[in-house]
């Protein structure tokens, strides 16, 4: 894998590192062409007929694939790879995790969707039980719970535009990454009474509504961002400013 870090302001890169032996994390797009070879794959049909899955059970057959770790097998080497376990649901809707499908796997490249191996150690009963979250395939339901209502007759005490979030003298924006989940961006306070933020934050200003907003600031380079962080590189190779 090549790491690359790249200077936004100056739209160029400052670094180029390459880092044997690893590789990038797993994309949504890769997973599913993963998934979709998988369900062509005869062996894999094969497999799953040994274990009387056959016909219209195999759509609700859940095709789980993970990353795959390293543990030196010939079918690792020079590939970029996924591992593909399964789990039986009851129905579309049902608890995808709760009835494992044992014993067979398959081994997938990432790099061209092709299966290249569908391991089966040996027919495993699948658990029956499907373990559903849903209220009406449970048993009787506590009825000794006393009613709570939350209301807010006046509205919220926040609002929101776009990725802006404020709430009484704090303002925040928030984005998800698909790394690094929710990130919080800009955090700032303004203290009226002082007419300057908290220590940490920008100076703010009044706009037309009179609430208190960051004046906008130059966009910092990748590497000011890492070091205000003190986020260094991770140890899989992935770059660390996902969520900057």
Sequence with gaps: MTEVLVDVGARAASSVEVVPGATPYLLISELLFAMAAV??????TAAMARRGIEGEALDRVQIDPWPPGTFDLDVERGRRLSRVIFYLRSDTEDNGYARPIEGVMAHVDLATAEVLEIVDTGVVPVPEARHSYYPEHQGPLRDDLRPI???QPDGPSFSVEGNLVHWQRWQV????????????????YADPARRRAAPG????????DGRPVRPHLAVATVEERLRRRRVGPRSHGQLADAGL
């Design 201 to 208: 934050a920008a100076p703010c200003r009044a706009v037309g």
């Design 173 to 188: 924006r928030v984005s998800m990454d698909q790394v690094e989940g929710l990130v919080l961006h800009d955090l700032a």
């Design 149 to 151: 209502h939350v209301t």
């Design 39 to 44: 369900r062509q794959h005869p062996d894999w």
